[in-house]
């Protein structure tokens, strides 16, 4: 009775931040908030929505949703314009109460129904990370075409040679963190970009924190426009070669 | 440990090794000096194979994206009774 009584009141104590940086999100905040919502019963959490200025009215959006839903769930904590993925963490960070934080996509490719699991994850194991994999059995990604599988799976390959990072999906961004987790290693990041998912990741491996990995899937819906050019890759090697020297 | 430093120690575990090869003349001299070029083959070789394989079984989900459009249905669905604007935009 006594081991029954102190998980429920764990489960009670927690409390899950989900930070949500947008940027021209106007339909997908909206669907976010609701999947969130639907998956999220009997948990408490909030959703802080960052918003880079977004000229499509994504925050009024949010406004009605704080009618619908309530402001306490739903922190609207804006910024005047687009000033980076890294920031928008730390924004959100800043006025976030619960002792997890959630972030995600807020293009719908980080789908909320697998929130549980990662909750579940951290539960089972006392995880610092949760990090979400779309290359293990159980997860997995639609809308690339080969030539994308192409380069993520040869991106992959040469980050785990190198950094031998001890997780399989080094550039997702679908994690959970303990907030004192959160707080530490992004303090310590420099990178901009999709390298600042890896270098948060990398970071938090070699400081020795705890990282498990569920598996998620990613439905690429911006078809066409996520193109990887030449520059990308670039970029990608240089932040691989800066992580191998200075983590 | 910084990460760069583990890497170097190997890679200069592994050059003593490599000379001490061709000091004690286990093997052939000619065979031993060509042992690097065979470990960055056969480094890139399994790289390669890694990537190749890696896209074979990369795991999809058609599914998924399915799924995705019911939900964005019930989504607009429930949203739009609750005042919430909807339109595409």
């Known amino acids: 009775m006594v081991l029954i009584r102190n998980s429920m009141e764990e489960k009670e104590e927690n409390k899950y931040s989900i930070i949500v940086p947008t940027y021209n999100e106007r339909l997908n905040i909206a669907l976010i908030v609701y999947l969130i919502f639907k998956h999220l019963q009997n948990v408490n959490f909030e959703i802080i929505v960052v918003d880079d200025g977004s000229p499509d009215g994504t925050q009024e959006i949010v406004k009605q949703l704080q009618q619908a839903y309530g402001e306490a769930c739903i922190l609207l904590r804006p910024r005047p314009k687009k000033l980076g993925l890294g920031t928008a963490y730390m924004h959100g960070l800043k006025h976030a109460t619960g002792n997890f934080v959630v972030i995600m996509d807020a293009d719908l490719s980080h789908h909320p129904k697998y929130l549980p699991s990662f909750i579940k994850k951290q539960r089972e194991t006392g995880a610092s990370i949760v990090t979400g994999t779309r290359y293990v059995k159980g997860g997995g990604v639609h809308g690339w075409n080969l030539m994308r599988k192409l380069t993520s799976r040869g991106a992959n390959v040469l980050a785990q040679t190198l950094l031998w990072p001890g997780v399989s999906d080094l550039t997702g961004s679908f994690r959970l963190y303990k907030k004192s987790v959160l707080e530490d290693v992004i303090s310590s990041c420099v990178s901009k970009g999709y390298v600042f998912q890896m270098e948060m990741i990398v970071r938090a491996s070699r400081k020795g924190y705890h990282i498990e990995e569920v598996p998620i899937t990613f439905v690429d819906r911006v078809y066409g426009s996520s193109k990887l050019g030449g520059s990308e890759i670039v970029e990608y090697l240089k932040g691989l070669v800066y992580l191998l020297v200075t983590t | ?89």
Do not use: N, R
Request: charged share 15%; hydrophobic share 50%.
């Open chain 2, 1 to 89: 440990m910084k990460h760069i430093v583990k890497i170097t120690a190997l890679l200069v575990a592994l050059s003593a090794f490599w000379i001490s090869l061709l000091q004690t003349s286990v093997l052939p001299e000619t065979q031993t000096w060509l042992l690097p070029l065979y470990f960055i083959v056969s480094l890139g070789c399994y790289g390669l194979l890694m990537v190749g394989v890696g896209l074979m079984l990369f795991p999809t989900c058609p599914h998924e994206a399915i799924l995705l459009q019911e939900d964005i249905a019930e989504a607009k669905g429930f949203l739009k009774g609750k005042g919430v604007d909807v339109g595409s935009d």
